[in-house]
């Protein structure tokens, strides 16, 4: 009986044992597979967010070569010498008519808080005094809506196929926040998109006079041919 005993014993102990390895196992591939999948998702810093629209972040085009420490963030924030000329060309359309001393005309991709959800960022705005009154001015967003906005290319990462209508979410949006004109310059295409409250938006070639307002235009094919920058 003691030897039967003992061989019973034995045949539990390697059961036991062999029960053993195999959860000691899945824990263990439990755990190297969580951790793997913390590390899989990187935290993203918040200077990194270009805006935010509809409580989602738009992150700077390039943002990625940042993560993985290829570029330095002030690297993706700066625009190209192209886009500089474009800005500097419709600020002197802007100023050159006495008409907009009733504005304050604001670049730096200055920043419009809509609501909690959604802040843009403008390369050109254009507001009424009237409306961006002295106490508006301060170290905050604007939280008035301006009455034309120009944007000079898309500065947001839209890698994302589902980020695919960035610029129409975009401009919706300043439309519905009280914008009459949002005008988009796309350098790459010599386009420019034109999108007014309660009119069909239109996309034309940039070799055709835009208004800003009240018949004040500016032509960037005809200012870059003068500049001899294209022949």
């Known amino acids: 009986m003691r030897k039967l005993d003992h061989k019973i014993l034995t045949t539990k102990s390697k059961k036991q044992l062999y029960l053993y390895k195999i959860n000691f196992k899945m ?5 190297r597979k969580s951790r793997i999948r913390v590390r899989a998702i990187p935290k993203i810093p ?9 409580g989602k972040p738009f992150y700077y085009k390039g943002y990625r070569e940042v993560l993985s420490k290829k570029k330095i963030l002030e690297e993706i924030m700066g625009c190209s010498t192209l886009q500089a000329e474009l800005v500097s060309y419709i ?7 006495a008409f907009f001393d009733d504005y304050r005309i604001y670049c730096n ?8 959800r959604n802040n843009l960022s403008n390369d050109i705005a254009i507001f009424e ?13 604007a939280d008035v809506p301006a009455k034309v906005v120009i944007e000079i290319d898309i500065k947001a990462d839209i890698s994302d196929p589902e980020d695919s209508g960035y610029v129409y979410r975009k401009t919706q949006k300043l439309l519905d926040f ?4 949002v005008i988009w ?3 790459l295409y010599g386009k420019v998109l034109i999108a007014e409250q309660g009119q069909d938006w239109i996309t034309r070639s940039w070799d055709k006079d835009v208004e800003l307002l009240n018949g004040h235009t500016f032509n960037i094919q005809k200012h870059l041919l003068q500049e ?3 022949q």
Not at 91 to 97: I, S, T, Y
């Open 27 to 31: 824990v263990v591939t439990l755990e």
């Open 46 to 54: 918040e200077t990194l967010v270009y805006e935010t629209i509809d």
């Open 91 to 97: 600020m002197k359309a802007v100023f050159r008519n």
């Open 109 to 116: 991709e200055i920043g419009n808080h809509i609501d909690h």
């Open 129 to 141: 005094k009237s409306v961006m009154t002295p106490d508006k001015i301060n170290t905050k967003y």
């Open 178 to 181: 009280g914008t009459e004109k």
């Open 185 to 187: 310059v796309f350098s």
């Open 228 to 230: 001899g920058i294209i």
